[in-house]
């Protein structure tokens, strides 16, 4: 059986008893102009290979195979097995699912180097999945791209500017080295069940590095800096040894509270506060 002669997805979830569920954040997609326009966002995917993290019944990964990629996807929920695997035998084995949870699998290993990663991602592990990505030592990364579906209000923190009430931890550890950016937002209509919020897929590339910072300061200096974001940073870095004084050498005044700091700032405060 071919790609298009697939039953159609409301089918397929019906004859495999899949109602959703809540626990496992699953929100599922039909419309099948929508995910075409999703899987176009990180370009052409002929003979490109795809990690997709949640694939479900296999709207989005129909759509990621369709436009002719090769996809690994790593679903935790194992009714979905079954229909997944006649995706697979539908496109002779384009695709491989790995039964388990995306939190715990080495997925470097299992897509391999340069591969895009889309998904509609489950949100309870979205932001954590989006941390990993964002923070690997090795960069650039083994990833090409990220495409992936969030809570509109987490896209806009992701994108967000100094200043603005969204810029936080997120929006430095996505800016300091790569190009985060809104795709489009979807309507919550489109996903059967609608979560309670307006979603946007959006679409990251990696840019340089900058020398001489370790992810893992940066992480500790934001967290500190956003966890009190509304006190100064002479309070809020209280607690992590050697920030203040590498705000000062970067001649950073304490008074500032941590929203009004730049990403370029951020990143020359944890530079001096030296990788080891
Ligand atoms: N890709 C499908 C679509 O677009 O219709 C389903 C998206 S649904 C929002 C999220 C999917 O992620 C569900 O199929 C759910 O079972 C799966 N999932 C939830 N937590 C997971 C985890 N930790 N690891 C892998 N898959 C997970």
Not at 177 to 194: D, H, K, L, W
Request: glycine share 10%; hydrophobic share 45%; proline share 7%.
């Amino acid at each position: 059986m071919a790609l298009e002669d697939l039953p159609p997805l409301r089918e397929v979830i019906a004859a495999h008893g899949l109602s959703a569920s809540k626990a496992l954040g699953q929100n599922f997609l039909f419309d099948g102009q929508l995910l075409a326009r999703i899987a176009r966002v990180p370009g052409s995917l002929a003979g490109e290979r795809v990690y997709e993290v949640g694939p479900g019944p296999g709207g989005l990964t129909r759509a990621l195979l369709g436009a002719g990629a090769e996809v690994v996807a790593v679903e935790r929920d194992s009714r979905c097995l079954a229909p997944l695997a006649a995706l697979s035998e539908a496109v002779d084995g384009r695709l491989r699912v790995i039964s388990g949870d995306a939190l715990e699998v080495d997925e470097q290993a299992e897509a391999g180097a340069g591969a895009h990663i889309v998904a509609n991602l489950p949100y309870n592990v979205g932001t954590a999945l989006l941390v990993r990505w964002l923070t690997l030592d090795a960069w650039p990364p083994w990833w090409r791209s990220l495409t992936l579906m969030f809570q509109k209000e987490v896209a806009e923190r992701i994108v967000a500017k100094p200043g603005s009430d969204a810029y936080g931890r997120l929006a430095v550890l996505a800016q300091w080295r790569t190009t985060p950016s809104i795709a489009f937002a979807v309507n919550r209509a489109a996903f059967v069940p609608p979560p309670k919020v307006t979603s946007a897929v959006v679409h990251i590339v990696p840019g340089e590095t900058p020398e001489g910072v370790s992810p893992k300061r940066l992480g500790d200096l934001t967290a500190a800096a956003f966890g009190q974001r509304r006190k100064m940073l002479r309070q809020s870095l209280k607690g992590l040894p050697g920030a203040l004084d590498a705000l000062a050498a970067a001649g950073i005044d304490p008074a500032r509270r941590a929203e009004t700091l730049s990403v370029e700032e951020f990143v020359t405060v944890a530079r001096l506060m030296g990788t080891s």
